[in-house]
């Protein structure tokens, strides 16, 4: 029996073919496909390292197939993601020439449902569900749990609801996946709701439900919710729980408390390496490049972590971020050589995007052509980005042309390259893109601005009036207006109104942009000690920033604005991205 145990424990770990070859040989000399279902782990091993036929072939040999060896099988083909084969095992079991059948069990099922998931298969899905409510499985709870997961993956949350309110016996998990499915749904605060009347029957949080709650609290933007649920970690016992303090410091980061993510990193008693690379990341989607690049080499040379893929990603975009290009490219050439580390797409777009950026687009585009991978959209992304900063036409144009051939649905590429022809004054060409959107059915988003304040998370849009407080917002604007002007000199960009229209026209509409209305309110309801933070779909507007930059010289305040690309931290009159964004 020693041998059949060490036998199976060399299965599980089992990391290459040749490898599982050599110990089924020992088997097929030495014992029974039966001794401790080994033939079993020697299937289910095959397909986990993507060896289908091999597994098949073994599975067709063994002389005696049982309900422990059809799950082996449809486990296999579940890991793979093989939704197809997984059925097809499925009806091969339920009429196998051994009698009638076997009949599935929760084993069974958990796997079929996986796979379903995996596939985001609607009709097979169902059929799963009549399968499970046929064999009489609908009172096992992690096959609820696993339905009520697979309904929320589907978009389908009533069923998930239904699921969930039907269960007699809900466990931790039963609460931990609805959580999930409200926030896949888009009602994160239902989630939060759901985690609290969780609490309140005598569930107690585990890893799972901080995670997931971390989750809602970041789509939800509130940095109080937030605070609350850092208590609650340290209260529960959490703090030292690796998993959840990084998705801690990440959501700090996002929510535009740099200084919170580093005093929660600096907390941790041995951090990991996606503790170091999630504080790199917070530091490169902040604008603060050498700090990343510090954080970088401590975590190498001091503590000797290796770095990984992501890790460089978030490197080299903190670079692209603060124009750091002889640092970039430093670590760009390095990281083969030195870290072992291959060189991937999202390394190529952000050295695309850093080279750009910088101004220097030739070399960017020579990059492109020099990969040695189709370029993403990612990378074509990145350089018709800085053919908008440079105004650079027909770099732009062919960027655009191979972004409408890889992402035809995606509406930013048409509007990038619109921007691009209406800077230039080509209204016509801008015009003609514009069109061709229309004919696609593709709709621009509008631009948004989230503020938090009173418990409560404020969005404002372009020329909003809808705010309670909308009076006092515009009457606000004016006072900053006619200060910027007074005391700075300070007239309106209108060159970042890209219509064509009268000059009084483009001064009004860039008044009303929906990040100056949250400046303003942030002006009259938060308190001076405090900063102003605002969130925003879009990229801010050169413009907006200016603004931005004078609110925080004139008022002696710290506004902090995350848009679609990055954090800009203002104070005393700059940005932290040096007018580089």
């Known amino acids: 029996m020693a041998n059949v145990s060490s036998l199976i424990a060399s299965i599980a770990s089992c990391v290459s073919v040749f490898k599982c070859r050599s110990l089924h040989c020992k088997v097929v000399k030495t014992l029974s496909y039966r001794h401790g279902f080994i033939g079993d782990q020697l299937v289910r091993c095959y397909l986990r390292l993507g060896h289908e036929v091999c597994a098949e072939k ?41 009698g009638l059948g076997f009949r599935p069990n929760e084993v069974t099922f958990l796997s079929i449902i996986s796979a379903c998931v995996h596939g985001k298969s609607r009709e097979e899905g169902r059929c799963v569900h009549g399968l499970v409510m046929k064999y009489g499985v609908l009172e096992e709870v992690k096959v609820v749990n696993a339905l009520i997961n697979w309904y929320g993956k589907v978009g389908d949350l009533s069923s998930s609801c239904k699921l969930f309110e039907d269960l007699s016996v809900k466990n931790v998990v039963s609460w931990n996946t609805m959580i999930v499915v409200y926030l896949q749904s888009g009602l994160a605060e239902e989630g939060l709701a759901c985690f609290n009347v969780s609490r309140r029957v005598g569930n107690k949080a585990d890893q799972a439900a901080f995670l997931a709650l971390l ?30 303090t990084t998705a801690l410091l990440d959501l700090y980061a996002k929510l535009g408390r740099l200084e919170d993510s580093s005093k929660v990193f600096l907390e941790m008693t041995s951090p990991d390496s996606m503790a170091w690379t999630a504080m790199i990341a917070a530091y490169a989607t902040h604008g603060y490049g050498r700090d990343a690049i510090k954080h970088f080499e401590l975590m190498v040379d001091h503590y000797g972590i290796s770095p990984d893929h992501v890790t460089f990603t978030h490197l080299l975009s903190a670079c692209s971020h603060s124009g750091l290009v002889e640092e970039g490219k430093h670590y760009f050439e390095t990281m083969l ?59 732009g144009k062919e960027a655009a042309e191979r972004l409408f051939e890889l ?5 930013r590429n048409y509007i ?50 809808s705010h309670p407080e909308s009076e006092k917002i515009q009457k606000k604007l004016k006072e900053i207006r006619k200060k910027m002007e007074n005391e700075l000199g300070y007239k309106s960009r209108t060159e970042f109104v890209l219509h064509d229209v009268d000059e009084d026209v483009k001064e009004e509409m860039i008044n009303q942009h ?39 010289l004139m008022e002696k305040r710290r506004l902090i604005i995350r848009d679609s690309k990055r954090f800009h931290h203002f104070s005393e009159g700059s940005c932290s991205c040096r007018d580089y964004w």
């Not at 030739?362 to 053919?387: F, H, N, R, T």
Request: net charge neutral; with cysteine; charged share 20%.
């Open 514 to 552: 929906s990040e100056k209305l949250a400046m303003a309110f942030g002006l009259l309801v938060i308190s001076p000690m405090e900063p102003i933070i605002i969130r925003k779909n879009l990229r801010i507007c050169g413009d907006c920033h200016e603004t931005a930059k004078a609110i925080s």
């Open 215 to 244: 989750r809602v609290c970041e789509a939800i933007g509130a940095v109080k919710v937030a605070q609350g649920i850092h208590g609650m970690i340290l209260c529960c016992g959490f703090n030292a729980n690796m998993c959840i």
């Open 58 to 98: 073994l599975f067709d040999e063994m002389p005696e197939r049982d309900l422990v060896s059809w799950n082996s099988l449809i486990s296999g083909y579940s890991g793979r993601g093989y939704l197809g084969k997984s059925l097809e095992a499925l009806s091969k079991m339920m009429r196998s020439e051994v």
């Open 416 to 465: 990038m390259l619109s921007n691009i022809y209406s800077a230039s004054g080509q209204w016509k060409e801008a015009s003609i893109i514009r069109n061709l959107m229309k004919q696609k059915g593709l709709v621009r988003a509008s631009g948004c601005s989230y503020i938090e304040h009173g418990n409560k998370i404020h969005k404002f849009v372009v020329g909003d009036w």
């Open 407 to 411: 992402e035809p649905c995606d509406g």
């Open 337 to 395: 050589e030195r870290y072992r580390v291959e060189p991937r797409l999202d390394h190529y777009s952000c050295m695309v995007d850093l080279m750009g950026r910088s101004g220097f687009l030739q070399d960017a585009y020579g990059l492109i052509k020099e990969m040695p991978m189709e370029p993403s959209s990612g990378v074509w992304g990145a350089l018709l980005g800085a053919c908008r900063v440079y105004g650079d036409t027909k770099l």
